[in-house]
């Protein structure tokens, strides 16, 4: 990248909202793509070929959450797995009972289901969370009554990296005869997730947050789970989720899963320790800083969400971007609407400690170097705009 003659770096910071694809996947998406282009539902060569492609990729996601490949239904994305997983229950359940339980931070494809399935007559209560941005067990427990059929709690918040603690609500849920789901778009690939151990009923994954294809996701299954369909068709993926399958998209999530799943203590204790660095570096180089939601070694090992006072975050990040530095001030899926972030407000920041905030998140293909650069012009335009601002 060039600017005014001299190269700067791009370093990209953006890796909740999406990643770079890794070169593995996009090689055996493009052999999808030019050779093995049959239909699984075809009965020839082509479509057996296309079929047994289908079945690896499908073991390899369900691999990644320690689930049954039976239990994986592909989808176009975590906002359709999320989708599919309330309304279907909700449908599915609604004879037995209409009360939802879930959290005031989750992702907006959560958020709004919620909304939608209280105008059409379901009550959802709302936990709050603390500062940190943890949702407490017994607030859940104490939430069931006898109408309740789900508990829908995120694993990693995808603004502050808060780790909910999803095995003591499983648990609870258990106990209470309630279904559990958990959106773990931000955790697979980062966390441990395995869908026996932590007893999960419904976990929703997406591809393009684990260096695969946009456009594909998951939702896994329990075996006690029965879901009604929300889209209508040939009766693909056990009839749940209609329409021919997105066969490079679901084969490239298949290489990112397993890829993901080799190396997951690895990448986890390298983002964390860029994490902590570029924590270290911003604490100690730049005055009037505050560290949002949970302690640095505490939260997930890829997010840092900091706000720096006196600088507005939407200023911050195209400053930024002008030296090639690629960052967010909240979740990509809702950052263009005003108002300010619905996670931040939830913990309990005001003022300019809101209007300050912006979120770094770290992928696989970050280095130490693009740390030290970050934190280096940070200070810079830190310092400009607060003068700026001064004047």
């Known amino acids: 990248m060039q600017n005014k003659g001299m190269m700067i770096m791009e370093v990209y910071l953006d890796n909740s909202a999406t990643t770079k694809v890794r070169k593995e996947v996009i090689d055996k998406m493009l052999e999808v793509l030019e050779e093995e282009y049959g239909n699984p539902s075809s009965l020839h060569r082509k479509g057996y070929q296309a079929e047994k492609l289908l079945k690896e990729a499908r073991e390899n996601v369900a691999c990644l959450i320690g689930g049954r490949p039976e239990g994986i239904i592909f989808t176009s994305g975590g906002t ?19 009360h939802i339980i879930s959290s005031t931070i989750e992702h907006p494809s959560i958020l709004n289901v919620l909304k939608f399935l209280e105008e059409s007559g379901f009550k959802v209560t709302y936990i709050e969370v603390d500062k ?9 427990e104490n939430a069931i009554n006898d109408k309740t059929i789900l508990i829908s709690i ?11 603690p999803i095995e003591e609500i499983a648990s609870i849920a258990k106990r209470n005869g309630v279904l559990f789901h958990v959106d773990a778009v931000q955790a697979a690939g980062k966390i441990e997730i395995d869908v ?3 007893k ?41 989720r209609s329409g021919t399958e997105n ?14 799943k080799e190396s997951l203590e690895e990448v986890s204790q390298k983002l964390m320790g860029l994490k902590k660095r570029l924590w270290e570096g911003i604490s100690s180089e730049i005055k009037d800083v505050h560290l949002n939601g949970p302690e640095v070694e505490e939260g ?13 975050g939407e200023v911050l990040l195209h400053a930024l971007e002008e030296e090639g530095i690629y960052v967010s001030t909240g979740s990509a899926c809702s950052s263009k609407k005003r108002g300010g972030s619905h996670v931040l407000k939830a913990i ?21 170097e693009d740390i030290d650069y970050t934190v280096d012009i940070l200070k810079k335009k830190v310092d400009f705009l607060r003068r700026f601002k001064r004047r």
């Open 154 to 164: 995120m694993a990693v918040n995808n603004e502050i990296g808060t780790i909910e």
């Open 348 to 368: 309990g920041l005001k003022g300019d400690l809101l209007e300050g905030a912006i979120r770094f998140s770290l992928g696989i293909f970050n280095t130490e």
């Open 196 to 198: 026996k151990k932590q």
């Open 132 to 140: 940190k941005g943890k949702v407490n067990p017994e607030d859940v």
């Open 80 to 98: 359709e797995s999320n989708n599919l997983a309330l309304i279907g229950v909700a449908e599915s359940l609604k004879k037995k009972g209409n």
């Open 300 to 312: 997930a090992p890829h997010i840092l969400n900091v706000s720096f006072r006196g600088v507005r």
């Open 247 to 260: 066969m490079p998209g679901i084969v490239g999530f298949g290489v990112a899963s397993r890829l993901a």
């Open 200 to 240: 999960l009923d419904m976990v929703s994954l997406s591809a393009h947050k684990i260096h695969g294809p946009k456009g594909v996701g998951a939702l896994y299954l329990s075996e006690e789970v029965r879901i009604r369909p929300i889209i209508f068709g040939g009766g693909q993926e056990k009839n749940i």
